[in-house]
């Protein structure tokens, strides 16, 4: 199994992949221009006969917050490490990038836990992550769970909101 940067002729097995769980409910729907225009955030794991059996995405939010997007695998390949690499693979490549915090919105708060992502209450994300969520059938009913994971030491770890860091935060702040 090879993990690396997607390239334009992937973009049609990618596709493929993300909407067949779209379709299902599972995700975001991703048309195929907004995967060519976004072809940079997306890592592919492909087999050994070349073929894309799962992606996901890294985008960038803001200077030190990345979101892991559109991790999916192909049906039938779940279970057998793809899912796995492709995260160690974003999250390397956010240490390299010198980001802080990755969250992910996901319906598989347990498949993050491994990899030491913490929930979060949605209204902790900054408002700028939901800008694409106008596009989901259940925008004014997510039912998503958010997940984060900060790649610095815990006395780095601070929350823009309220600027306090997040191990000291005091019981009356939200």
């Keep these: 199994m090879q993990f690396r940067k997607a390239v334009m002729a992937d973009i049609p097995a990618v596709h493929e992949i993300i909407n067949g769980y779209a379709a299902q409910g599972l995700m975001l729907r991703r048309p195929l221009l907004m995967l060519y225009e976004s072809v940079r955030d997306f890592t592919v794991a492909v087999d050994d006969d070349g073929q894309v059996v799962g992606v996901a995405g890294l985008h960038i939010m803001w ?9 999916a695998v192909r049906p039938g390949l779940t279970g057998k490490g793809v899912g796995r690499g492709l995260v160690e693979h974003l999250l390397e490549e956010a240490r390299t990038l010198g980001l802080k915090r990755i969250f992910a919105l996901t319906y598989q708060p347990g498949f993050f836990k491994k990899y030491g992502f913490q929930e979060v209450a949605k209204d902790r994300l900054p408002q700028k992550v939901w800008k694409e969520c106008i596009y989901c059938d259940k925008f004014h009913n997510c039912d998503e769970i958010a997940m984060i994971r900060w790649l610095v030491p815990p006395e780095q770890q601070v929350d823009e909101a309220y600027e306090i860091p997040l191990v000291a935060r005091p019981n009356w702040v939200r």
Excluded at 63 to 71: G, N, Q
Aim: net charge negative.
């Design 63 to 71: 200077e030190d917050l990345a979101e892991i997007r559109s991790l």
